[in-house]
């Protein structure tokens, strides 16, 4: 199998500012994450060749994004993959740029979670289960709730006390808090104590309120260009060393055997990216990491199935503060879902966002040491079927 | 000789404390508890309920009609007797028939049933009578109706209880209705009701039942007497010249209360329970007229088990403290509700084309590497095999919990939701609500056994699906 790495470069990232953007609508966050991006670029929207947007929820079709932006004449697609919808935009355009269909792209991820009148996604009983249809017959979960089984296979797996395992999340919690304090567009920018995430009320057990990610509306944009030409745009540009997207059949969970204490799709995605990275050893290869940490349980078992610590071992590696900004392998350093909240489809682009300035070494205060390479990682749809999206950046060929 | 083949009931797991509910009223209370629906739950599964321990270890293949008795059947319009059908995974040859609108409905359905075997149009025949109706807040009959059902199979062969006779007269009589616009049970004066209606037709029934037998009142080892409340239970006894304490059927009302239809089919079975070979039992069900039966029981009934029936469904509950919450279960009470998106009707041809998995949980076993999945998969999730499959039954087989979860965010009748994913011994997995959930904490490992739920109601559509819950 062929190979992005080093192909393709961006040239441009915008982001608007996430959270309860009342007075905003889908175009407007559009139009301010694709401005920035051009700015950034410092190219013109006329320059545009090709287009894709993110969005779940919030439009169908290129219309969504011709509109707002008055592309005309130039492919433009909606594209989706559930919560790892950002990750699939920025696929769509840097494949198209690596197929020489273009020669720059631009994607875009947008989500308006906060008109629906409640708090949470809009509601849709066909999402991610083809096969279930709109029989209405599947478990009206919420997204927590799958979280919190995992979190039960994996106490249960590890032989965790519940208490002590809670605790492990709040450190988690803690530790992104911390980064989204530091960063002006994230959501929520406060910290927040152990015991204020221990004590936060139950929504299920063991992730309280504050183990769970925000609800936003936000944007996020990339321009895309060939490798070759990036330098004639800017002087570091960032490549982009691996764009996978993992997914599975529900094999999982049609069959017996798999025991929650994972998320296979997570661990053979970060796998499939590391090879057309070609990372050997993440923890040491990887300067910090965006992962998509909806609820807390996830990005521990993200740090084991992304080989960041050894398998049941999360534990050792949150304690020793592995993750946090001063670690060996910092992780969500703009904090993550947890600050910036979760409008599905920007969360990919938000993420490449930040792994972009932080390559950059445009990140302040929340600034890694050196930095060299960069994983951004959302996953989204029904447990056993789950899609994974993993792009690695870096600010150097090679 | 025609008879009883076979019988089942079916309790739900809460009850209520009658003086509970007095006491929200300022009434003075009058001891004993009724068995109240889950939120979940209606006349249709508790029927599939019932049928399900009735079925118990009989072949029902051998099935050929189904008749099912309610006075609180979901539609106005369309069959009930096919859902409990399909969720009993009945043979497509059955006849399927509602006997509707009458408090004698069961025996009504019973006594057509008798017709179908003597006829022999029918093998076997079930007669399901599930009710769940409602009395008006701060009314007698809140606290007296209760929420139940019984199975009965009548057939030929291995007979347990022999029927040696039967009599019925109609009575057109305004003693308690609802009319088509009334949720709750509307009556006229009691003592009119219970003096020229009750008492009297009953005893002229079971005075012309037993010159035509040729029987005397200490015949019978037991007496089964519908009766709409306690009092008049045991005046109509005692004015029929039985002995309450020997003789007479406990009538459950302090148990599980008044269960309309159902009534007088559930103390067949609890008398079943108990009875010995050569027993005789005369049943009398009351309602709109009145109907007689005269039992004989065989030693057939020596080889009934694995049943729990009455006695075993008794003894298996959850107290519900709180009368606000059977209220809201009800409908009595209207709960603003959480800001969620609301129900979306179901697609009736989504529901149509997989009826097969919903309503029977039918999942797929791949006949090339014999892994079994749920919901079917055409493409075997194990070794791909495309349209090698059997289906496969899963209502039927006990589950453990690999992980679960307890929901306080989604919209809950009953909250938390509590959610897990089952593992089924002889394969399958499903993800899936467990309800009932109150009966055991949820736990990694934890035993469960599926049970017939209604999920929602939307656009006018009552959706049924399977959810686990703890052993009872």
């Given at each position: ?7 393709v ?7 608007t ?27 013109e ?24 932006l ?13 919560c790892?919808?950002?990750i ?63 979190s ?12 002590e ?32 995430v ?7 057990w063991?992730?309280g ?6 609800v ?21 540009p ?12 529900r ?15 997570n661990?053979?995605?970060s ?11 993440p923890l ?54 947890k ?22 070494g ?34 150097s060929?090679? | ?6 019988y ?74 096919t859902?409990?059908a ?59 109706f ?28 305004m ?17 009119f ?14 005075s012309?039942?037993?010159s ?34 020997t ?30 070979a ?33 006695k ?10 709180n ?14 509700g ?15 084309r997989?009826?097969?998995r ?19 998969q055409?493409?075997c ?60 904490k ?18 006018g ?12």
């Amino acid at each position: 199998m062929g190979s992005i790495k080093d192909k393709v470069a961006i040239i441009g990232m915008g982001c608007t500012k996430f959270g309860e953007l009342w007075d905003k609508s889908v175009s407007d966050l559009i139009i301010e994450a694709a401005y920035e991006a051009y700015e950034d670029a410092g190219i013109e929207s006329k320059d545009i060749q090709g287009a894709w947007l993110g969005t779940v929820f919030s439009g169908l079709t290129a219309g969504s994004l011709s509109s707002p932006l008055k592309f005309r004449f130039i492919p433009v697609t909606r594209v989706e993959n559930m919560c790892a919808t950002g990750i699939e935009a920025l696929r769509a355009a840097s494949y198209a740029v690596a197929a020489g269909a273009c020669d720059i792209a631009l994607a875009v991820g947008v989500e308006k979670l906060k008109d629906a009148g409640w708090s949470g996604v809009p509601g849709s009983k066909v999402v991610g289960d083809s096969s279930i249809g709109t029989a209405g017959v599947a478990p009206d979960i919420s997204a927590p709730a799958m979280f919190a089984e995992l979190s039960l296979g994996y106490f249960a797996k590890y032989n965790i006390d519940p208490e002590e395992g809670k605790k492990l999340l709040a450190q988690i919690v803690v530790k992104s808090h911390h980064n989204g304090s530091l960063h002006p567009k994230a959501h929520f920018q406060r910290e927040v104590t152990i015991e204020q995430v221990m004590n936060s009320p139950i929504v299920a057990w063991p992730l309280g309120i504050l183990d769970c990610c925000g609800v936003s509306d936000g944007a996020a944009a990339a321009v895309v260009t060939r490798a070759d030409i990036a330098q004639n745009f800017r002087d570091d540009p960032i490549y982009i060393k691996s764009l996978t997207i993992c997914t599975s059949g529900r094999q999982d969970t049609l069959t017996q055997g798999y025991d929650f204490s994972y998320v296979p799709e997570n661990l053979n995605g970060s796998k499939i990216a590391y090879a057309e990275a070609g990372i050997k050893n993440p923890l040491k290869e990887l300067s910090m990491a965006e992962v998509h940490d909806c609820f807390s349980i996830h990005e521990m078992m993200i740090y084991e199935d992304f080989g960041f610590s050894a398998r049941g071992r999360a534990r050792d590696d949150i304690e020793a503060g592995t993750f946090t900004l001063a670690g060996e392998l910092p992780v969500n350093t703009d904090g993550g879902l947890k600050c910036f909240g979760h409008p599905l489809g920007a969360s990919g682009l938000r993420m490449a966002y930040e792994v972009y300035k932080q390559l950059q070494g445009k990140a302040g205060p929340r600034q890694v040491k050196n930095p060299q390479r960069g994983l951004a990682h959302t996953v989204g749809g029904g447990e056993g079927m789950l899609s994974c999206g993993i792009t690695i950046l870096g600010n150097s060929k090679g | 000789m025609s008879g009883i083949v076979a019988y089942g009931a079916y309790i739900p797991t809460y009850r209520i404390k009658r003086d509970v509910i007095a006491k929200v009223w300022g009434s003075v209370g009058v001891g004993g508890e009724k068995a109240v629906a889950n939120y979940d739950e209606n006349s249709i599964t508790m029927a599939v309920a019932a049928g399900i321990d009735c079925i118990y270890g009989f072949d029902y293949e051998k099935l050929d009609a189904l008749f099912l008795a309610t006075t609180t059947a979901p539609y106005r319009e369309k069959q009930s007797a096919t859902t409990v059908a399909s969720a009993l995974d009945l043979p497509s040859h059955l006849r399927a028939a509602d006997f509707t609108d009458s408090l004698r409905s069961g025996t009504i359905a019973l006594n057509s049933a008798l017709d179908t075997i003597k006829a022999g149009s029918a093998r076997n025949t079930m007669v399901i009578a599930s009710d769940c109706r409602l009395g008006s807040p701060h009314s007698e009959y809140e606290l007296i109706f209760g929420d139940g059902a019984a199975a009965i199979v009548l057939g030929n062969s291995n007979v347990i209880a022999t029927i040696e006779d039967t009599y019925s007269v109609f009575n057109e009589f305004m003693d308690v209705w609802r009319a088509e616009d009334d949720d709750t049970v509307r009556s006229w004066e009691q003592r009119f009701i219970l003096t020229k209606g009750y008492m009297e037709t009953i005893q002229q029934l079971v005075s012309t039942i037993m010159s035509k037998h040729g029987s005397k009142p200490e015949d019978f080892a037991k007496v089964i007497l519908y009766a709409p409340d306690i009092r008049s239970h045991a005046t109509l006894a005692k004015n029929l010249g039985f002995d309450l304490q020997t003789q007479v059927q406990d009538p459950l009302l302090t148990t599980v209360g008044n269960t309309g239809s159902a009534s007088a089919l559930m103390m067949l079975v609890a008398a079943l329970e108990e009875g010995k070979a050569g027993d005789r039992i005369l049943l009398i069900n009351y309602g709109d007229g009145a109907d007689a039966f005269i039992f004989c029981i065989t030693k057939e009934i020596n080889k009934i088990q694995g049943k729990r029936g009455i006695k075993g469904h008794l003894k298996s509950k959850l107290i519900l403290t709180n009368y606000n919450k059977y209220a809201s279960w009800r409908g009595i009470i209207v709960e603003e509700g959480a800001k969620r998106p609301s129900a979306v009707s179901p697609s009736v041809t989504c529901l149509w084309r997989e009826r097969n998995r919903i309503l029977a949980l039918m999942g797929s076993k791949c006949k090339s590497c014999g892994t079994v999945q749920y919901p079917p998969q055409r493409v075997c999730a194990k070794c791909r095999a495309k349209d090698e499959f059997e289906y496969y039954k899963l209502s039927d087989k006990i589950g453990r919990a690999v992980t679960y979860s307890i929901d306080h965010l989604t919209v809950a009748k009953d909250p938390p939701a509590v959610f897990a994913w089952i593992d089924f011994d002889g394969g399958g997995r499903i993800h899936c609500e467990i309800t009932d959930h109150a009966l055991e904490k949820p736990s990694v490992g934890m035993s469960v056994e599926m049970t017939f739920r209604e999920l929602y109601k939307a656009g006018g559509i009552h959706n049924y699906f399977w959810k686990a819950r703890p052993i009872r």
